[in-house]
C-alpha cells in the first residue's frame, strides 16, 4: 500500500465519521466543557490512569446523588486538572526527557539519502516508525537514525549521535496501520542508543488519553532539526483502530509519537488527513499504540527476534494476552522452543544478588499489572533510601533487592470483570465488586468490618441493612436508590470509609475487591503463590517487606517457604490484617503468628483506610505497630511508609545485621 492509497483510506475514515463528530461537538456544547464526550468506562478508566500515577490528587468522593451512584462530575474534574494549560513546571522537563528518545530517519537507497522521516525509541534498541518510511527490510538497511539533531539552550547546534539500523535482529511492519518496528545497530561507542538518549514505554493498559485532552508532538518535520507541537492541541476522535486529533505536523512528522500530557505515548503519528476538496488539511492521524501492541503480539516471529521483542517490557503486553506467556514475554507459544528463563523470570519479578548475607524481598501490593518489576522496585528503593538518609544510615542497592512479581497473575483474574464493570453504570463499590459470588460475600464483609471499625454508627449500619438511602431521600422508601438495597449494602460503607480517611473511594474499593478475591478463589491464590515463589531465594535468611494486598499474600507465602528459609524480621505496610474477615481466611484460619518470624513491624497511618484494622499487635501477639504520619492523600502509598525513619532503620538493621 503506498502513501495515496493510505491518504485515500484516512479520508474515507474521516468522511465515515461525521455524524460521530458533529455529535461529539453537540454534546461537548451541551455539557460546556471538551471532556463530557467519551464513554463512562474510557473517563473511568481515565480518571484511574491519572490516579494510580499521582497526576491528579486523590480526593474524598462527594456524597451520594440521590439515585446512590456517584457524581460524574468528580471524574470530570480530575480529568480536567490534570489537562489544565497550568502544568507543574517539571512539564518541561519530562517533556526534554521525552524528546530525547526522538530521531530523524535518514532514508537511503542506492547509497543517496532520498528522504527523511521520524522514529523514536521504545527499548534501547528497538525504534518505532512509520511503513511508509521504511515499507521492508532493503528499504531498513543502509538507513541510518540521527539522535540530537537539535539546537542547544543558546541555539547552536548539538552534536549529532547517528546510528545505523538492523532489521536482520527484528523488522516487523504492517501497512494497514502503517508502522514498522525495527532494531538498531550499537553506535560508534558501542552502546546502545538507549543506553545514551533513553526510551519511550509503549503502554497497552487504556486510559491514557479521552476526547478533549490535548496532544503533544515531538518530531523532524520537513528532515528539519527537533520541533514540537504543544500549542492548540487537543484529541478530536477516537477509532477503533486510529486517533484523530488536531495539531500541526507537515512532511517528515510521519513516525513521530503523540503524546497526552504526561508525556505517554498514544498513538504513532502516520499523516494528515488531506481535504477531499483540495483546501490543506483537516484533521491528523496516528495509530492507537494498544492496536499496534496487539498486533505485534500476535506477529509470527522465529524464536531469537521473539526474544528482541519482548525488550518492549511487560507493560507492553496486552491486557488479553496476559497472563499467558507468549511473544512479547519472550516465551515460546505452544509447539514451539521455549524463550530463555531469564525472559520468563522477567516478568515473574527481579532476583537480587546472591551473594553471603541476608535477602531482602519485596512483596507488592494490587494494581502492579503492566508495570515494570525494575521501576517498582527502584520507586520502592528510593523511598527506603530516602527514610535511611533521615537516619543517616547508606541506601540499599536496588541490585541487592528481590521483588517477585504477581501483578499480571492477579491483573489476568481480574481483567474481565473490570472491562465489564467499566461499561456498566455502577456505583463506585459495586463497580469494583469481585464476579465471584463467594468473593462478592467476603467484599461485602470487609467493607462493613472496615467501616465498623472506623466508627460507623449503629444507625447507620441498621439503615444500610434496610437498604435505605442516604441524603435527601433518606425517609423515602428503599426503592427510590436505582440500583435499590445493592447501593446502600455496599456503597454507604465505602463512602463513610472515604469520608473518614481522605483515601480515595476507588482506592479502597479496589484494594479490598482484589483482596477478597484473593481470600475466596483458591486457583487465584494458589496461581498468586506460585508466582511469587518462582521469585524468591530458595534459602537462607529473608528480610520481608510488604504493603497492602501484599502483606496477606506474605502470610500465606510463609506457610510455603522452603523448610531452610527463615524470615528474622516481617514488615507489613498498610495492612488489612486486623480485620478479622482477613486473618480467618488465611492458610492457618486465624491470626496466628508464624513462627519461622523473628521480629515483625507494621507500619500503618491513621488516615489509611486498609490499615483500618490496626494496630495488629491488639489481635497478633509480638507485633511492633509504627505509627506513620502519611500526607492525607498519599495515606496508603508505599513510598510513604518506607521513607519513615523508624521503618527504614528496622529494615536497614535487619539486612545488615
Not at 505485534?296 to 497472563?323: D, F, I, K, N, T
Not at 440500583?483 to 469520608?499: E, N
Not at 480515595?504 to 482484589?514: G, H, L, Q, S, Y
Request: charged share 25%; proline share 7%.
Amino acid at each position: 500500500m503506498d502513501l495515496r492509497q493510505q491518504q485515500q483510506r484516512m479520508v474515507e475514515r474521516y468522511q465515515e465519521t461525521t455524524a460521530q463528530r458533529e455529535d461529539i461537538r453537540r454534546r461537548q456544547a451541551e455539557a460546556g466543557t471538551l471532556f463530557a464526550v467519551d464513554s463512562e468506562a474510557q473517563l473511568r478508566a481515565r480518571t484511574e490512569r491519572l490516579l494510580s500515577q499521582g497526576e491528579v490528587e486523590p480526593e474524598p468522593p462527594v456524597p451520594l446523588s440521590p439515585d446512590g451512584s456517584p457524581a460524574r462530575r468528580t471524574v470530570l474534574e480530575r480529568i480536567l486538572g490534570a489537562a489544565s494549560e497550568l502544568q507543574s513546571v517539571n512539564f518541561l522537563d519530562r517533556g526534554v526527557r521525552a524528546a530525547r528518545a526522538v530521531a530523524r530517519v535518514s532514508i537511503v537507497e542506492g547509497g543517496r539519502r532520498v528522504g527523511f522521516g521520524t522514529g523514536f525509541l521504545v527499548a534501547e534498541r528497538l525504534l518505532l516508525t512509520n511503513n511508509h518510511v521504511l515499507p521492508d527490510v532493503a528499504a531498513a538497511t543502509g538507513s541510518f537514525v540521527e539522535f540530537n539533531l537539535e539546537p542547544d539552550v543558546d541555539g547552536l547546534p548539538e552534536p549529532v549521535d547517528s546510528y545505523d539500523l538492523d532489521p536482520r535482529a527484528l523488522f516487523v511492519t504492517d501497512a494497514d496501520l502503517d508502522y514498522t518496528l525495527v532494531a538498531v545497530a550499537v553506535g560508534s561507542h558501542g552502546k546502545r542508543p538507549g543506553e545514551v538518549h533513553g526510551s519511550l514505554k509503549l503502554i497497552a493498559q487504556q486510559g491514557k488519553i479521552v476526547i478533549g485532552e490535548p496532544v503533544n508532538i515531538v518530531g523532524h518535520p520537513d528532515g528539519r532539526p527537533k520541533e514540537i507541537a504543544v500549542r492548540d492541541n487537543a484529541l478530536l476522535n477516537q477509532l477503533p483502530q486510529f486517533l484523530h486529533y488536531h495539531t500541526d505536523t507537515r512532511p517528515g512528522n510521519s513516525g513521530s509519537p503523540v503524546f497526552n500530557d504526561q508525556w505517554e505515548v498514544v498513538a504513532l503519528h502516520h499523516a494528515g488527513v488531506p481535504d477531499p476538496d483540495g483546501e490543506g488539511w483537516i484533521a491528523n492521524e496516528g495509530a492507537r499504540v494498544s492496536v499496534v501492541l496487539r498486533h505485534l503480539a500476535q506477529a509470527e516471529l522465529p524464536p531469537e527476534q521473539r526474544l528482541v521483542l519482548s525488550e518492549l517490557g511487560p507493560q507492553a503486553v496486552p491486557v488479553e494476552s496476559a497472563p499467558v506467556a507468549g511473544v512479547l514475554d519472550g516465551t515460546a507459544p505452544a509447539g514451539t522452543e521455549a524463550g530463555p528463563a531469564a525472559a520468563v523470570f522477567e516478568r515473574r519479578g527481579l532476583p537480587g544478588r546472591t551473594g553471603a548475607g541476608r535477602r531482602v524481598v519485596f512483596l507488592h501490593g494490587r494494581g502492579q499489572q503492566g508495570r515494570d518489576p525494575a521501576a517498582l522496585r527502584s520507586a520502592w528503593c528510593r523511598a527506603l533510601a530516602d527514610g535511611l538518609a533521615a537516619s543517616g544510615l547508606d541506601p540499599l542497592e536496588s541490585a541487592d533487592v528481590w521483588m517477585p512479581f504477581y501483578g499480571d497473575t492477579l491483573g489476568g483474574a481480574l481483567s474481565a470483570r473490570e472491562r465489564f464493570a467499566l461499561e456498566t453504570e455502577l456505583t463506585t463499590a459495586e463497580r469494583y465488586e469481585p464476579a465471584d459470588p463467594g468473593a462478592q460475600a467476603v467484599y461485602a464483609e470487609l467493607l462493613d468490618t472496615a467501616a465498623v471499625a472506623s466508627g460507623m454508627p449503629e444507625g447507620e449500619r441498621a439503615r444500610v441493612a434496610e437498604g435505605v438511602p442516604a441524603g435527601p431521600d433518606a425517609d423515602r422508601a428503599p426503592e427510590s436508590a436505582l440500583f435499590g438495597k445493592a447501593v446502600s449494602a455496599l456503597q454507604r460503607p465505602l463512602s463513610w470509609l472515604a469520608d473518614r480517611s481522605g483515601l480515595d473511594d476507588i482506592v479502597i474499593a479496589t484494594v479490598f475487591r482484589d483482596v477478597a478475591t484473593y481470600l475466596d478463589n483458591s486457583a487465584v491464590r494458589d496461581a498468586v503463590l506460585d508466582t511469587v515463589l518462582d521469585g524468591m531465594p530458595d534459602d537462607g535468611e529473608i528480610v520481608l517487606v510488604s504493603h497492602s494486598l501484599g502483606t496477606v499474600v506474605a502470610l500465606d507465602l510463609l506457610t510455603r517457604l522452603p523448610g531452610g528459609a527463615a524470615v528474622p524480621l516481617l514488615v507489613t505496610a498498610g495492612s488489612p490484617l486486623g480485620l478479622d474477615a482477613v486473618y480467618k481466611r488465611l492458610l492457618v484460619r486465624g491470626a496466628v503468628r508464624p513462627e519461622r518470624v523473628g521480629a515483625w513491624v507494621n507500619a500503618w497511618a491513621a488516615a489509611d483506610a486498609v490499615a483500618i484494622g490496626c494496630p495488629l499487635d491488639d489481635t497478633w501477639r509480638g507485633v511492633r505497630d509504627v505509627l506513620c504520619p502519611n500526607r492525607k492523600d498519599r495515606a496508603h502509598d508505599i513510598t510513604q511508609y518506607l521513607a519513615h525513619t523508624a521503618v527504614a532503620t528496622e529494615i536497614a538493621r535487619a539486612a545488615r545485621p
